[in-house]
Structures are given as C-alpha cells and as structure tokens.
C-alpha cells in the first residue's frame, strides 16, 4: 500500500494569550522588592531622557497627600501618545503627567540664546581678583583658620557610612603593630589569608611551609602568636582548640571547664554529664556549671567581622488604627516617582527636529510610560491586597499571632477580584508595618491545623504556642515532642509529634536531649 503525501492550507480561529514585552514588565516590576524596584527605576532613568524624577508632587505642595482610593482602577495602557500635561487627571503621584506644570514651549533659538547669556555672565570670571581671593580663602588645610562656626556644618560622625572591617584586615593591622620580623609578618600574613569566614585554619601547616620555602616549625611558632590576637580563639585549627584558646585567654586553661573540653568535648555534645562527672570524678551540679562556662565561649571567632551588609526592611505599606478601623497608608517616601521630561517633548513636537530623533524619542516616550503606569499598577495592587488582608485577618491585628487564622491565595484573589498568581507576586518580598509589628505580606497566607472545636487553627499560631511551652519549661526537665503535643490536644489543637517536631525544627528549638540542663 502506498503512502500520499499531500500538502494543504487550512484556516483556523482560537483565542491564545500573548505575553507581550509590556504586559512581562508589569509583572516584572510587580514582583519586585522595593529596594529592587528602586534599582530598575535608576537604571531606567539612565538609559531613557523621557524620564526625570518627580522630586514633588503638586498635591505635596499644596500640604495634601491623597491617599487612593480603593476602588479606583488603574489606568488603562493605551498605544497612543497623548503629550502629557498639567490637565491629566493627578489621581495618583503614579498618574503620567503628576509633577511641576507644564513651563511655556519656548524656540530652541530662545534657549540657544539663553545660554549664550549665561556663557557672558560667566566670563566675569576673568575680572577676579585671584590673589586677593587665595589670600582670603585658602584652600591649605593645614593653614587655614577654621571658622567659628564650622561645627554647623560639620556632619554628625553617626551619618557617615562606614564599611564593616573584614577579619583578615583586622588581624594584619594587628601583626603590623607587633614586633614581629619581617619574616614572620609574611608568615602571619599567609596564616590570616587562609583562615576561612568563621576564623579557622583550615589549610595544613605542611602545606602552608612549602609555599612560604619554610620549616614547619616556623610555621607552628607563628600561629601561635596569631592566636594570641583579637579576636580569642581565632586561627585555630578545630572547635575544642577554639574553646581551649579561649580559655587560656580568660586564665582558665586549668578549669574544669578547659579539661572537659580537651577530653570530653564528645560526650558534652551528647549531654552526657553523667558519665563526664563519673570520669573526672566531680558532682553532676558542677558540670553543669562548667556546661554554662563553656556556653559563653564564641564557636565562630570570626562571627563578628565582615560578611554580607545587613539587609533592613522597608515597610511597602503601613497598618494603622483608627478608631475601630484599620487603614492602609503606601509607603510613598519608599517608591520612585516618576514624571514624563517636558524639554524633550517639546523636542519631539518640534517639526524642525530630525525624524531619527523624533522616532526615537516617541520610542522612549511609549517605554517611559509602561513604566510609570507598572508602577502605579504596582502600588494599588498592594493597597487591595493589603486591605483584604485586614479583612480576613481583623483578629491578628487585634490580638496578635495567637490569633491568625489560616488564608491562602485564593480566599485574596476572590475577595479583590485578581489571579491568584497576581496576588503570589504583589505579596512576595512586601511587608507591612502594623500595630503588632512588621511582617512579610506572605505571612499572613498559612495553613490551618484541625481543632476539636471545629474551627482550624493556623499553622503560625501553632508555632507560637509551641515557643510559648519550650520557654515556660523546667530546664532539667525539658519537654518533650510527644509531651508538647499532648499539651496541645488539652488546648483543642489535634497534632501529631512528628508534626510538632517539624514545626519545632523550623523556630530553631533543640531536642529536648540538647536543651537540658544541669547544675
């Protein structure tokens, strides 16, 4: 049997949703932090002229902030190009257009003209008298005479950004104030440039003798002396020499302390203090006490020093109440706004501009305004969100977490009338300053624990109760998972130990085995 192969056109109509790049932008800038958002809108301001800041708002000047409302409708995306002007509607700092009105269009000869103006002015320059203005402003600081009243303004020390001292530039400065030889400071230097981010050594000293063309020993006597430096404890080689270096450091390397960490380390890990007292043949109460000693010592000398920059959160909105009512104010001061540039509009409605110029400044026009409208879209997006949230979460903000109820995407999305997608981005890396303090967006969206009395319980306010009994315990008789859950189940909540396990590991509580003690 032979096969035919035909070739043939055949018409079809179907819907398809089509991401195009300015619908992928709104989403993108949805889904932002404000720090990141910020970063987008300086790079934009870089690479687009339409754009300028808006460093006031007429409502701003006028000692009137609205505030939006709620059920207002973000504007629409229009692919027209309507100049922007003091008559567009101000709904919102948001709106295209909000800013300083529109300055008179002026010729390009008139401003050609004005700087020739300024160009004049600034040739009285010549006429100075410099010697006369050296003489009198000295740019010398180790000459000059401060004025009186130089410490107005002078900035305070506490404004002044600094960078966090890393631990490799603490100890060189340390070895260059000691008397080391040259040698040795090469050493040293090499020892500190190995050490890892918690201060360890974790390079072999026969290694590190063949790179320096060295002997061992040399090696060995110059760490000792950079373990003697700030901080104690530093360049050590494990987590018992770490310990004894500190205790050396406080006069204790004779202590019961010191001996329980040299040969016993293992078993106080374990908590077995039983059988440490029975070998060392003390009492059981002065482990313990020694237990508390070691307790204090840092594990991470190098804790301190360097590492990430802390990261500080910016509330997006902020809760407030007033009277018996909560209401959501944005984070205005947080967001930068935006304003179309009145000098190149009026270039590109120039006739005598050239066509290039004119189509790409269209272009820019068309990109500058998805921007502000995603944006503005981005902002009242986070407003209804917000306000639904103090909907279903009226007791929270009340009473505090003991009284989160369990919420997901969905009950949101309905309630305001948007995908449940669009609410997972409007809620990511968000927060809200509240009456009980500030919190991720997303954490208001838990899950829900059966309860005898027929209502669930949130998955937070779970774990609230657990940090509530861990806290109230004996500390030498800790409780245990099963003990924790059967607390529970007296108060209504049904919950499996595995579960109560789970949650524990996730606030960072030990096992009960590791949160005993003695003494």
């Not at 990261?311 to 009277?323: E, F, Q, R, S």
Request: proline share 6%; hydrophobic share 35%; glycine share 4%.
């Amino acid at each position: 049997m032979a096969l035919e192969v035909k070739l043939g056109q055949n018409l079809q109509l179907r819907q398809q949703l089509v991401m195009t790049p300015q619908l992928q932008q709104a989403i993108k800038i949805l889904q932002l932090s404000l720090p990141e958002l910020e970063t987008i809108v300086q790079t934009e301001l870089e690479q687009n002229p339409m754009l300028e800041p808006l460093d006031q708002s007429p409502a701003e000047a006028a000692g009137d902030t609205p505030v939006p409302d709620q059920d207002s409708e973000p504007p629409e995306p229009d692919h027209a190009e309507p100049e922007v002007s003091a008559s567009d509607d101000p709904i919102d700092d948001w709106e295209p257009g909000a800013g300083a009105p529109e300055e008179p269009i002026r010729a390009l000869e008139t401003d050609a003209h004005d700087a020739a103006i300024e160009m004049r002015e600034n040739d009285g320059l010549e006429k100075l008298d410099w010697r006369e203005y050296l003489e009198t402003y000295s740019n010398n600081w180790q000459e000059s005479t401060p004025p009186d009243n130089d410490d107005d303004h002078r900035s305070a020390l506490e404004n002044s950004t600094t960078r966090r001292k890393t631990l490799e530039e603490h100890l060189q400065w340390q070895l260059r104030m000691s008397n080391l030889s040259e040698a040795d400071q090469l050493i040293g230097a090499s020892i500190v440039y190995n050490l890892n981010d918690d201060g360890y050594l974790e390079t072999p000293l026969n290694e590190l003798a063949a790179q320096l063309e060295t002997d061992p020993e040399n090696v060995e006597r110059v760490l000792k002396r950079v373990q003697r430096l700030d901080p104690p404890g530093v360049a050590a080689r494990d987590l018992r020499e770490c310990l004894l270096l500190q205790l050396e450091a406080l006069g204790m390397e004779e202590s019961l302390a010191a001996h329980i960490v040299r040969d016993h380390l293992d078993l106080l890990e374990k908590h077995r203090y039983g059988e440490i007292a029975k070998q060392l043949s003390v009492s059981v109460e002065m482990v313990g006490q020694a237990h508390k000693v070691i307790a204090l010592l840092e594990p991470k000398p190098g804790r301190d020093y360097g590492g990430a920059e802390p990261t500080y959160v910016v509330p997006d909105v902020y809760i407030h109440k007033l009277g018996d009512d909560y209401t959501v104010t944005l984070n205005r001061d947080a967001v930068p706004r935006l304003r179309i540039a009145g000098y190149y509009q009026r270039v590109m409605n120039d006739e005598n501009s050239a066509p290039e110029t004119r189509e790409y400044l269209q272009e820019r026009l068309r990109s500058a305004k998805w921007l502000v409208k995603s944006i503005y879209q981005r902002q009242q997006t986070i407003f209804k969100v917000a306000n639904s949230i103090i909907k279903f979460q009226r007791a929270f903000f009340d009473h505090g977490i003991s009284h989160l109820k369990p919420l997901v995407l969905k009950d949101v999305a309905e309630d305001i009338g948007m995908h449940e997608s669009t609410i997972s981005r409007a809620t990511a890396n968000k927060y809200a300053h509240t009456p009980q303090g500030i919190f991720e967006l997303k954490f208001f969206f838990t899950s829900g624990v059966k309860a005898s009395t027929g209502e669930d319980v949130s998955a937070e306010t779970v774990k609230e109760k657990i940090r509530g009994l861990v806290a109230a315990e004996e500390p030498k008789n800790p409780l245990s998972d099963q003990a924790i859950a059967e607390m529970l189940r007296a108060k209504q909540i049904n919950i499996a130990r595995r579960t109560v396990a789970k949650y524990r590991q996730a606030l960072g509580i030990l096992p009960s085995a590791n949160r005993k003690q003695v003494g």
